[in-house]
C-alpha cells in the first residue's frame, strides 16, 4: 500500500512556492491568496471526482454533468486569476499603466 495522495491545493501551493528565490517569501496579502487558492484546487478535485461518478450512472444526468463541469471551470479560473496576482520576484515592481498613472496624479495633484 502505497503513501496517501497528496491534496490536489497543496500540490498547487507547493509549485507556486516553488517560484520563489530561496530568501524570499510570500506577504500576507499573497499567503491568503494561496489559501484561496489551495481550498478552489481541492474543491475543484473533488467536483471532478463527483463528474466522473455522475459520468458512470446510467442514465447519465446531463443536467448535473453540465452544473459540475460549469463549477469545474469556474474553480480553475479562479486558480489562473488569482494565480497572476502572485509576484514571486518581488524586486521587479508591477507596471502601471499610464491612464492610471494620469488618473492618481489628478487625484493627488488637482
Known sequence: MGRPRKPEGMRVVEQLNKLLDAPAEWDEREQLVLESIRRASD?????????????????????????????IRQCEAN?????????????????????????????WHG
Open 43 to 71: 474543491r475543484g478535485a473533488l467536483l471532478a471526482d463527483l463528474l466522473t461518478v455522475e459520468a458512470a450512472k446510467e442514465p447519465v444526468s446531463t443536467r448535473r454533468i453540465t452544473e459540475l463541469a460549469a463549477e
Open 79 to 107: 486558480v489562473l486569476r488569482w494565480s497572476d496576482t502572485l509576484n514571486p520576484d518581488a524586486t521587479v515592481p508591477e507596471p502601471k499603466s499610464l491612464p492610471h498613472q494620469n488618473a492618481a496624479n489628478r487625484r
